[in-house]
C-alpha cells in the first residue's frame, strides 16, 4: 500500500514555506530544523542589510487553512499555548516566537513567549495591528535577541539623540566596617536577637565566625553577638574590593542587609521573589509616593488596590510598586542595579496566591516610559533622606553609617527603536511618563 500523507501534514509544510519566505522577505535569514523537531520548526537569523549578526530566534509555526483563531475580532485574538511546549522551551538560551499563518488570508501573526512564567503566560494575546509579521516587525525582533545579563540592556530612547539613564546607582560606601570574632552562627544570632528585650536589626553578616557590620556592634544590640574585646576597625575598602571572590560577595550580601535595614519602614523584603516591595499601610488601601521628578513635581500609586469591575467593594487584589536589587563591583566602584517589578497581595498584607498572571499581565501594559519612570522614582525614594543632620542635634538614626546612592549614569542614544519594542503601546497613566529615557538592566 503506497503512503498517504495527511492534509494536516501538507498544510503544515505548506506553512513552513510561507513563514520561511516571509522571514526571508523581511532581511532575516530562516533555517528549518528537521522532522524530528520537538517544539521549535525553524531559527531566525537576524540580518542588517543581508549581513547576518548571528543573533538568532528560535521560531514555532502554527499553520490553519481558514480557522478562525479563539476570542477572534477586528482587533486580535488569543491562542493557548500547550503545557508540552512551555515545558520544552523553558529551558532555551534563545528567545522564542510562535508564528500564526493562515492560508485564507494569508495572514502571519507572531508573539514572543516568556520564559521562566508559570500557567498564566500559556495564552497568548495577539493584536493584528501590532503583531503582524512584516517589515514593521523588524525592530521588535532584534529587540528580543538583545541580552538581558550583565549590568545593563537599553530601554530605547523616544527620539532620536535622546539622553538616556542607567539603571545603576553608583554607592558612596561608609568609610569603616567593624569586624569582630563570634560563637555563633547567622541562624543563632538572629534567634538570640529576636529572643531579647531590644530592638532588633540584621545590618550584619556572619560568615566562618566572623562578624561584619558597618554599625560599631558595640553601640547596638550586636554587642551580644560579638566577643567585645575583639572588635576592630578596618577601612571598607580592604572588604569591598577584596581579590577573593567569596569575600567580594559576603560583602554584597551585607550591602543586601544594610539597604534592608535602611527602608525598612518603607519597604517589605520578599525572601521567595528576592525583591523590596512598598508596604501598604491599611488593608485594602492605595499609598503614593511623591518626588521631584526631572521637570515638574510627581506623584505615583505605588500600592494600588484593583476592585472588581462588578461589585466595588470587592478588592480583587494589590499591586505593590516592586524591585529586585542586585549589587555589583565594576572596578573600583560599587552600583545598585535596579530591576523594577510588582509583588501582589490579596489586601495589601497576604501574599496572592497567583502572582505570576498577574505579572504577565501587567508587564505586558507597561513601556520604556512606565519602565523609566519607576528607576527614576527608586532613585528618588532612596535618595530622600540623604540631607540628613549630622551635627549635634540630629537624631540617632541619622548617625547611623548609610549607603547613599549618586545619581545614574547617562549616555547618549543615537538610534530611535520603536517604543512598541518595550510594550503594548498603550500610553502610561502614571504621572512618571514624562520622565527620561534609561538603560535597563
Not at 109 to 131: A, H, M, N, T
Not at 160 to 176: K, R, S, Y
Not at 275 to 293: C, I, Q, V, W
Not at 323 to 349: A, D, K
Amino acid at each position: 500500500m503506497s503512503k498517504t500523507l495527511t492534509m494536516n501534514q501538507i498544510t503544515g509544510e505548506m506553512g513552513e514555506a510561507a513563514v520561511r519566505l516571509r522571514f526571508l522577505g523581511i532581511g532575516f535569514q530562516f533555517d528549518s530544523r528537521s522532522r524530528l523537531e520537538a517544539g521549535i520548526d525553524g531559527i531566525a537569523e537576524v540580518m542588517d542589510h543581508g549581513k547576518p549578526l548571528a543573533r538568532m530566534i528560535a521560531v514555532q509555526i502554527k499553520t490553519t487553512a481558514a480557522a478562525t483563531y479563539t476570542s477572534e475580532t477586528d482587533a486580535g485574538f488569543t491562542y493557548l499555548l500547550r503545557s508540552e511546549d512551555l515545558e520544552y522551551w523553558r529551558g532555551s538560551n534563545l528567545p522564542i516566537i510562535v508564528v500564526l499563518y493562515r492560508q485564507s488570508d494569508e495572514t502571519f501573526y507572531w508573539q514572543s513567549v516568556s520564559g521562566g512564567i508559570g500557567e498564566g503566560e500559556r495564552r497568548l494575546v495577539f493584536d493584528k495591528e501590532k503583531d503582524v509579521l512584516d517589515r514593521s516587525a523588524v525592530d521588535r525582533l532584534a529587540a528580543l535577541t538583545v541580552p538581558k545579563a550583565g549590568f545593563g540592556y537599553y530601554v530605547p530612547p523616544l527620539g532620536d539623540g535622546e539622553e538616556a539613564v542607567v539603571n545603576i546607582l553608583p554607592l558612596t560606601l561608609p568609610d569603616e566596617i567593624f569586624v569582630a570574632s563570634t560563637p555563633h552562627t547567622p541562624k543563632r544570632a538572629a534567634s538570640i536577637l529576636l529572643d531579647g528585650d531590644e530592638a532588633t536589626r540584621f545590618d550584619w553578616v556572619i560568615k566562618d565566625g566572623t562578624f561584619w557590620s558597618f554599625a560599631d556592634p558595640r553601640e547596638t544590640v550586636c554587642r551580644h553577638l560579638v566577643d567585645l574585646d575583639q572588635v576592630e576597625a578596618i577601612e571598607t575598602a580592604h572588604l569591598a574590593f577584596h581579590e577573593d571572590i567569596d569575600e567580594r560577595n559576603n560583602f554584597s550580601y551585607l550591602l543586601r542587609k544594610v539597604l534592608d535595614h535602611q527602608v525598612r519602614s518603607d519597604l517589605g523584603w520578599n525572601k521567595d521573589g528576592k525583591l523590596f516591595y512598598f508596604k501598604a499601610e491599611a488593608a485594602d488601601h492605595s499609598r503614593k509616593f511623591g518626588y521631584e521628578a526631572s521637570k515638574k513635581k510627581a506623584e505615583t500609586e505605588v500600592v494600588n488596590v484593583a476592585r472588581s469591575k462588578v461589585d466595588q467593594s470587592q478588592v480583587d487584589f494589590v499591586r505593590h510598586h516592586a524591585f529586585v536589587p542586585r549589587f555589583e563591583s565594576l572596578y573600583n566602584q560599587w552600583y545598585l542595579v535596579i530591576n523594577p517589578t510588582y509583588y501582589f497581595t490579596t489586601n495589601g498584607f497576604i501574599p496572592h496566591s497567583h502572582p505570576s498572571a498577574l505579572l504577565a499581565g501587567k508587564k505586558r501594559m507597561d513601556n520604556s516610559a512606565s519602565l523609566r519612570g519607576q528607576v527614576i522614582m527608586w532613585h528618588r525614594f532612596l535618595t530622600k533622606d540623604q540631607t540628613y543632620n549630622t551635627g549635634l542635634f540630629a537624631d540617632e538614626a541619622s548617625k547611623e553609617p548609610r549607603l547613599k546612592f549618586g545619581e545614574p549614569p547617562v549616555v547618549t542614544l543615537a538610534t530611535k527603536v520603536p517604543e512598541d519594542v518595550w510594550g503594548s503601546g498603550k500610553k502610561s497613566t502614571d504621572s512618571e511618563s514624562d520622565q527620561e529615557s534609561l538603560m535597563f538592566g
